[in-house]
């Protein structure tokens, strides 16, 4: 199969594409990113785009399925606008190419309480996303909503890290879905929808993605 993955160099994505090079059932990997990858590999494209216009014509769009890791928070892009073009226009902007050169399968890294009625910003726009893909008609929709997301990040994120030590303690005792969801966890999961696509929109849900 041949994927495509977007946010590539998050924390999340940064798993899922070790995941996808190393396994066998994938034979190309097309990673469009603002910066090209430190990654190199016989089976890796990375185009260097600009997500706001992205190269509607270019062949790369012709994959089987798509991994969306793309998004920041508020804090990092700036202002609520900025955060909702990069964690719902960019992701929606590629679905909708992708789906026109034939992509048959769609995962996305969305968020535990991803909610387009939602009064927190944040939830309302995973949530919003999560509306907007449906629509587009893929015959396999994975929507995966991890809670707190383990691993370490390039950028140190000081609320996220105060929480994992917290949970970490106290994990445990914890019902599953308030546990730590490691990176590692979520990107296999997000890579077993792409290459074992399911019929319909199926939801993988914190638990699904806790720790051990």
Request: proline share 6%; glycine share 10%; charged share 20%.
């Amino acid at each position: 199969m041949k994927v495509m993955l977007v946010g590539a160099t998050g924390l999340v994505g940064g798993h899922v594409l070790r995941q996808l090079l190393d396994d066998p059932r994938c034979d190309a990997v097309i990673a469009p990113t603002r910066r090209a990858l430190k990654t190199t590999d016989a089976a890796l494209l990375n185009p260097v785009v600009d997500f706001a216009q992205l190269p509607a014509g270019a062949d790369w769009w012709a994959v089987d399925a798509v991994i969306c890791a793309l998004g920041t928070t508020i804090k990092q892009a700036g202002s609520q606008e900025a955060f909702a073009r990069v964690d719902h226009d960019f992701p929606l902007a590629v679905a909708r190419l992708a789906r026109a050169h034939g992509a048959h399968a769609f995962a996305l890294n969305s968020a535990m309480g991803a909610d387009p009625g939602s009064r927190i910003f944040y939830n309302q726009v995973k949530g919003r996303l999560e509306q907007d893909l449906r629509a587009l008609g893929y015959p396999s929709l994975t929507l995966v909503r991890p809670g707190l997301i383990g691993g370490e990040r390039a950028e140190r994120r000081t609320g996220e890290h105060l929480a994992s030590v917290v949970l970490g303690v106290l994990g445990p005792v914890l019902p599953r879905a308030w546990r730590i969801n490691p990176a590692g966890n979520i990107a296999a999961a997000l890579v077993e929808a792409a290459l074992v696509p399911t019929p319909g929109v199926r939801i993988v849900g914190s638990a699904d993605l806790a720790e051990r």
